[in-house]
Structure formats: structure tokens, C-alpha cells
């Protein structure tokens, strides 16, 4: 009499036609997975190097950021503090020519962080071609410190150069805005004193008078309640 296959036996055999079948694809298939498994590995290989490669350049980016930071930081000869300083320079025209030089040598690496900090820096020093373009785009990189301060310094730089009124305008519509970086009451309290740079005293005050209103709150507060009573 035949024997009785049992549950076991049967899950057995299942097993085992599984794993015949695995065995027999590979063998049909070896060439292709082969290949497969070389094109896997080269761009393991790929994607390591280009993982090492950015961290590579931002290593640089952030040294020579920081030979910049640390000129800047260095006394002249003739400061006060100079008596005590490790070290001094002469002029501050030397200072800066070392550390616009590391700042642009920084910001040649513009896919790293510090390449774009170095790129932010040299644009608020004047010392970039594209300096708008520059604060203007970074002003709209997010919502973070660097990016508000960028947009801060955008609306100073159209300021300085004899631009006021365009400033002003600036500002006013990233007061309306919901996409500017810069808390509003930083952008009343910027427009009160583009207003005063512009000879307008009165728009000024109403616009301080603003800031403490729907601000109290605000660090702002004390400082324009001040310039409100000196108005």
C-alpha cells in the first residue's frame, strides 16, 4: 500500500521545487545577473565618490571661510588692542586683500555651504560683481537667519547706493508678502529708518508707532520708542 504523504512532506517538497526554480533562473540568467550585479557595484562605487568629492570640496570651501573670518578678526597695528594681539596688520587694506582673497577663493565652491556663505559675505562687503543678484537669491532660499539677513542687506545696499526710495518700495511689499524671510516687525522697524534716511520724519514716526503697536513685544520696541519721541 502506498505510503500516506503527510503536511510535512508536502511543505518539503514545496520548499525544494522553490529553490530548484531559484537555481535554474540563475543558470538561465547568469550573464544578466551578472551584469546587474557589476552595474550595482559601479555605482555603489559612483555615489561613494561623489559623496567624498562634496565633502572633499566643502572641507575646502569652509577652510579658506575660515582664514577669512580670522583676518577679518586680526587688529591693525594701530588699534588699541594691538599691544596684546599675537599678530597685527599694517593697514586695513591688507587685511582686507587677505580676506577677500579667501572669501573669493571660498565661493568659487558655490555648491557648499560655505562657498555660499563666502558668496554672501563678499556681496554685503561690496566686494562682489553681482552683489544683487546675489542677496536676492539668497533671500529667497528659505526661511531661515542667513536668508533674512541677506534680504536685510539687500534693501541697505539699494540704500546706500542713492536708491532709497526703491527701498522703500522693496520693503513695502515684503511687508504685504507671506514669503519673506524676515519677521515683520525687523521689516517695520527698517522701513522707519529707510524713511528717516529719506527725509521723511513723520512717515517715519507713523510707521514706529506702528511697530510698537502690533508689536509690543518686539526687541524693536524699545529701541524705536526712543527714536518715536525724538521725531
Known sequence: MAKKMRRDDLKR????????????????????AAEAIAIGAALAVLIGAF?????????QAA???????????????SDPSAGTAPRTYPSAAERDADADRELAAAAEFGTTRSGRQAALILAARGKSKDADSTFDRYARSGKSVVAAAAELDSYRALAERGKVNEAIAAVKRAIESSSTAVPKDALLAELGDLYERSGSPADAKAIYQRLVSEYPESSYTSQVQGKIAGL
Do not use: N, Y
Not at 13 to 32: I, Q
Not at 51 to 59: G, N, P
Open 63 to 77: 577652510e579658506r571661510l575660515a582664514r577669512a573670518l580670522t583676518a577679518l578678526s586680526i587688529p591693525l597695528a
Open 51 to 59: 559623496v567624498a568629492l562634496r565633502a572633499h570640496r566643502e572641507s
Open 13 to 32: 517538497d514545496e520548499v525544494m521545487e522553490t529553490v530548484g526554480k531559484g537555481f535554474r533562473f540563475v543558470s538561465l540568467h547568469r550573464k544578466g
